[in-house]
């Protein structure tokens, strides 16, 4: 099947420049190309119209999990019959192997998987080894080891209806594919055989698949909601890939065990020339556990940590990551697309994993807790990555200098279809004793200020007089909660954001901001990437002139960026000198501002603030929740009819949240599953007794 966009929307503004642009650039076989959008020119959409128009498989890389699942939601809407999926870390928590010399401390892997995110990472591998029209939006972690591709594909095995297949080999070649079978409820992952028929649920899907037998003949392949338990399709074939990623076969596991072997003599030799008794006699003990698990059942705990032997992998080469999935040429170059989202930070991000990774590694084989191949479980050197990825397209508003050295072309999108500026910006001194001037009047207009706070909360007061809002960023903590103390005893509706604030919390202030609730927002980092606040229409950057990463150029144009939802936005730029970022940064905007006013002028356009509607997803949240609540005090909790209906709906319900990448809900749903299943356990037991 083909990509096929879908949007009411056709591109507008500088967006068809900027498709053909890239798209021309593509099929004349140039690598890296970036794609310069400013905030609000809808750099996703125009990103949607290039992978249709060069039809390639795309990988989309995000810095954080939230961003991941954002546009992966935009590009599900923009190709509901196209194949987009989510691959993030599975891990919900993850304490890495480590020790630590100084005081003796080793600490064990500790993780918690998500299941259902691991079911969406199977179901992106399996993508893009049965279909072409794949777009997955993934986090840095698709550049982590992840098993064979060939191996995960060639273990596969499609069974058709009216197969001779006898039922105990059926069962046998479940086993091998890394699923546990069970008397009780199937989940992902695992199967039961009863009777004449197999029921299992596949690690990519949510639904159970049932054969019937009859002798040794699969006589019938059902799709069955694993909730409801209807029959939803009858098939006439299916196809079965791993429960995991890391899928071997035995001619394989013997090959490795041999090479692990003979690498833990050599290893052991060098620890003993060394004198090192202690760590030998460690390294021997945990390998040879190990060893004797694989034998046994083809897996052991951080089985991936031998990866090269079962990979037949040379000392050093690459792993194997998401990348080695899409599809390649015969030459062995890439074929698909690789898109780089708010690649300033994201590039810089996959460049650091590397290192941090190998340092703890590094001490681990030091002191006998792992062999030296450990070293070549890792996430891939950037190099590798940039080979691994071929023709590149980078997105930013402000595209770092690695984005601009390698970048063949640079496609500009300035211009916002809905015709809204950047923000007016005004330097204004730090210090009362000071003058400054506005960068718009001429030189010999000098206006005195009474510094920074005091002239902040004059500004502040006319835009939360005009009905709108206010947000104030400073270079240190204590700066802002000293501020915002400040501002709450001058009576302002403050709040102080922080970074040890959680996620829902902080999703909550901020609705609360755009509600009206609270009319000033002081924080250290608040305007970064992806936040969307119309209601704020001033901004002041304190100390802006103290060079560093939260003044950087960078910094201040996506700061400065984040006042163009309004259109009276404007940014205070608080400063005793200009610096090398802040005449970039100014001189920038004001080319873009030039820009759009040409372009409003040309097309009679004339900006409005966007109107975006306030939806607060933790009301929803405490309403469900309160309601929940409310309804389970209603019902009789020792029914085991009761209780089981209620588990069914929860079920489905966290189902529905995971359809459309809403994790949090799911988390929530998923706490209240838990809860309730505890509650069905002491009520089979006080009833056995």
């Known amino acids: 099947m083909k990509f096929k966009l879908h949007s009411q929307y056709k591109p507008a503004g500088d967006q068809p420049k900027a498709i053909k642009t890239i798209v021309d650039s593509f099929d004349?076989?140039?690598?890296?190309?970036?794609?310069?959008?400013?905030?609000?020119?809808?750099?996703?959409?125009?990103?949607?119209?290039?992978?249709?128009?060069?039809?390639?498989?795309?990988?989309?890389?995000?810095?954080?999990?939230t961003l991941a699942a954002q546009l992966a939601s935009e590009y599900q809407e923009f190709f509901p019959e196209n194949a987009v999926h989510y691959f993030v870390s599975y891990y919900d928590y993850y304490q890495p192997e480590a020790y630590m010399p100084g005081s003796d401390t080793y600490i064990e892997k500790e993780a918690q998987i998500n299941?259902?995110?691991?079911?969406?990472?199977?179901?992106s591998t399996q993508a893009l080894l049965t279909r072409k029209d794949v777009i997955i939006v993934a986090s840095v972690s698709c550049i982590y080891g992840l098993g064979s591709p060939e191996e995960y594909e060639k273990e596969n095995f499609k069974v058709l209806k009216g197969a001779k297949i006898p039922r105990n080999d059926f069962i046998r070649k479940l086993v091998q594919l890394h699923y546990e079978r069970t008397l009780g409820q199937v989940s992902s992952g695992v199967f039961r055989a009863t009777g004449n028929y197999i029921d299992f649920v596949p690690t990519s899907e949510t639904f159970t698949v049932r054969f019937i037998f009859e002798e040794d003949t699969v006589t019938s392949i059902l799709i069955i909601d694993s909730i409801t338990r209807k029959i939803i399709e009858e098939r006439e074939y299916f196809f079965i890939f791993p429960a995991k990623h890391f899928i071997t076969s035995k001619e394989e596991i013997t090959r490795a065990v041999k090479s692990i072997e003979k690498e833990l003599e050599i290893r052991l030799k060098q620890l003993l020339d060394e004198g090192k008794l202690l760590e030998a006699e460690r390294l021997k003990r945990r390998t040879r556990y190990d060893l004797a698990l694989i034998k046994e059942t083809g897996y052991c705990n951080g089985i991936e940590n031998y990866s090269r032997h079962f990979s037949g992998?040379?000392?050093?080469?690459?792993?194997?990551?998401?990348?080695?999935?899409?599809?390649?040429?015969?030459?062995?170059s890439p074929d698909f697309l690789t898109v780089i989202d708010e690649s300033h930070i994201t590039v810089s991000q996959i460049g650091a994993m590397y290192a941090g990774d190998k340092s703890r590694k590094d001490t681990l084989i030091e002191h006998g807790f792992r062999l030296p191949s450990a070293l070549d479980n890792r996430p891939q050197k950037f190099d590798e990555f940039e080979k691994f990825t071929g023709q590149t397209l980078y997105t930013s508003a402000t595209p770092g200098?690695?984005?601009?050295?390698?970048?063949?072309?640079?496609?500009?999108?300035?211009?916002?279809?809905?015709?809204?500026?950047?923000?007016?910006?005004?330097?204004?001194?730090?210090?009362?004793?000071?003058?400054?001037?506005?960068?718009?009047?001429?030189e010999d207009d000098v206006v005195e200020y009474p510094g920074q706070v005091e002239d902040f909360i004059i500004e502040a007061q006319k835009t939360i007089e005009a009905g709108e809002r206010v947000i104030a960023t400073t270079l240190t903590k204590k700066m802002s909660e000293d501020l915002a103390d400040y501002l709450e005893?001058?009576?302002?509706r403050t709040k102080y954001l922080h970074s040890e604030i959680q996620t829902l919390e902080r999703i909550e202030i901020l609705t609360q901001l755009r509600k009206g609730e609270y009319d000033i927002l002081v924080g250290v980092n608040l305007l970064r990437e992806g936040i969307d606040m119309p209601e704020v229409s001033l901004i002041a950057v304190f100390d802006a002139d103290k060079e560093g990463f939260l003044r950087s150029e960078t910094s201040l144009i996506q700061t400065i960026g984040r006042a163009a939802r309004n259109v009276n936005g404007r940014v205070i730029l608080y400063a005793d000198e200009m610096t090398k970022s802040m005449k970039f940064a100014i001189e920038e905007t004001n080319r873009r501002r030039d820009v759009q006013l040409a372009y409003n002028k040309k097309h009679g356009i004339t900006p409005q603030t966007i109107k975006s509607k306030i939806k607060d997803i933790t009301d929803q949240f405490k309403k469900d929740h309160e309601k929940a609540v409310d309804n389970l005090l209603k019902i009789d909790l020792t029914s085991e009819k009761n209780i089981k209906q209620i588990i069914k709906e929860k079920k489905s319900q966290m189902e529905e949240a995971v359809k459309v990448l809403d994790f949090e809900t799911a988390a929530l749903l998923r706490d209240e599953l838990f809860a309730l299943e505890e509650i069905q356990q002491k009520n089979l037991k006080k009833n056995k007794k």
């Open 28 to 65: 004349k076989n140039k690598e890296k190309v970036t794609l310069l959008g400013v905030t609000g020119s809808g750099k996703t959409f125009t990103v949607a119209n290039v992978i249709e128009r060069l039809q390639k498989p795309t990988l989309v890389i995000a810095h954080n999990k």
């Open 313 to 332: 992998k040379k000392p050093g080469e690459a792993p194997d990551s998401l990348l080695a999935y899409f599809p390649h040429k015969a030459d062995g």
């Open 489 to 492: 005893e001058k009576g302002f």
């Open 401 to 442: 200098k690695y984005e601009k050295e390698v970048s063949e072309v640079i496609a500009e999108q300035i211009i916002r279809p809905t015709g809204l500026i950047d923000p007016v910006l005004v330097v204004k001194p730090i210090t009362s004793s000071a003058h400054g001037r506005d960068p718009r009047l001429r």
């Open 115 to 123: 299941a259902e995110i691991d079911r969406l990472r199977h179901a």
